[in-house]
């Protein structure tokens, strides 16, 4: 274990990837029971939703022509809320669509 950790360590730094804390939460999933699994899922759903409605004009504009705020999305069944992202969407609104910053990924353990 050491040395494999080792390995993406040295990875890490060269690529300048965050692959040892991905490794690292992976494994301490590993023991989580499965309300803190779902309990993980909800936090970052929360935290997704909350992103896109920030920095993105069209989700911004989705949400608010639905009368949906990020609150109103706190767990997997209240996505429905949100109309899909069809096709046609994407091929005119694409500019609307991407983020105004980079994403940020929050690795919290429960």
């Not at 965050?18 to 494994?27: D, E, M, P, S, V």
């Not at 949400?63 to 046609?88: A, G, M």
Request: proline residues 3%; positive net charge.
């Amino acid at each position: 274990m050491i040395r494999g950790t080792i390995a993406i360590r040295c990875f890490d730094l060269v690529k300048k990837t965050r692959i040892l804390k991905y490794y690292k939460l992976f494994r301490s999933t590993l023991k989580w029971s499965s309300g803190q699994v779902r309990q993980y899922q909800e936090e970052r759903l929360k935290d997704i939703v909350k992103y896109a409605y920030e920095n993105s004009t069209f989700y911004r504009q989705r949400f608010e022509e639905n009368n949906i705020t990020p609150d109103h999305i706190r767990k997997s069944e209240d996505l429905c809320r949100i109309p899909p992202l069809t096709r046609l969407d994407l091929q005119e609104y694409c500019e609307k669509i991407k983020t105004s910053g980079g994403i940020k990924i929050h690795l919290k353990s429960s």
